[in-house]
């Protein structure tokens, strides 16, 4: 079933792909979203979450090597760039990531969980790890709310709470400020919005499928999921935009 699944997802892809070429869509500025490199993620059911290193240092190598997009630091995005972040903070993305990253002089985001960090799991980074992440040439450290709740379910105290507390505790934990967050989940809707603007940030990502056209809106940036299953072949896919009729699913 979830074979088939991915065929037809496939089948529209190209035909969304054929369409945006003769159209001459405009392509926006891309962040990619991953989350575990290597390292088995708690309640990842359908197996997503978490993306072989080789394929993961093959992803990066194709994009180092393509004139296509240039790939900035999030919070310095323009135009038609690229963008690397990583969400909830794992071990692997010190261990893993970043040495591949750094080896190719691609800057990257992690969007990290305080919760997560304190809780000694060992597939988390721990709070030397992060500080090691932190200082990796090319890395940035955002927030990714404190406890991983829906924020959108939160009461407005605990929502002020989630936002707040993990951008303090971020800033604390690394000695840098921390300006950058994602959505756990990418539960946002206007209220989380609005707080996210006010908690101090400037820029927010969500899960929302997709590129950032102009006009896009800084607390609501669209992302592009890679899962484990993205051969070189639908990873390219993904970063032409073939992939972005997902956004009205
Ligand atoms: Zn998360």
């Not at 993961?56 to 180092?64: A, D, Y």
């Not at 963008?83 to 010190?94: E, H």
């Not at 609501?220 to 896919?237: E, G, M, N, P, Y």
Request: proline share 4%; hydrophobic share 40%.
């Amino acid at each position: 079933m979830k074979g088939r699944r991915r065929y037809y997802g496939s089948l529209i892809s190209s035909v969304y792909g054929i369409y945006q070429r003769l159209a001459r869509a405009p392509k926006g500025f891309r962040i990619l979203m991953y989350h575990a490199v290597g390292s088995k993620v708690p309640g990842d059911i359908y197996g997503l979450y978490n993306i072989s290193p080789e394929l993961f240092k093959e992803q990066m190598r194709n994009v180092s090597g393509s004139a296509l997009k240039e790939v900035t630091r999030l919070h310095e995005m323009t135009g038609q760039g690229l963008a690397i972040t990583f969400d909830d903070g794992f071990r692997d993305n010190l261990e893993v990531a970043a040495p591949v990253l750094a080896e190719l002089g691609l800057p990257f985001t992690v969007f990290v969980t305080p919760h997560f960090v304190l809780s000694g799991q060992l597939h988390y980074l721990s709070v030397a790890g992060l500080r090691e992440l932190a200082a990796v040439p090319g890395a940035s450290i955002g927030a990714h709310g404190y406890s991983h709740c829906r924020l959108t379910e939160c009461d407005n105290g605990q929502l002020q709470e989630e936002l707040v507390r993990s951008r303090q505790w971020l800033e604390d934990a690394i000695g840098r400020s921390v300006t950058t967050m994602s959505y756990p989940h990418g539960a946002v809707d206007q209220r989380v919005r609005k707080a996210a603007a006010a908690a101090g940030y400037s820029l927010a990502a969500g899960s929302r499928s997709g590129s950032n056209l102009s006009g896009y809106d800084p607390f609501c940036l669209a992302r592009t999921a890679i899962w484990a299953q993205d051969d070189l072949r639908v990873f390219q896919s993904k970063l032409a935009g073939d992939w972005d009729w997902l956004k009205w699913r």
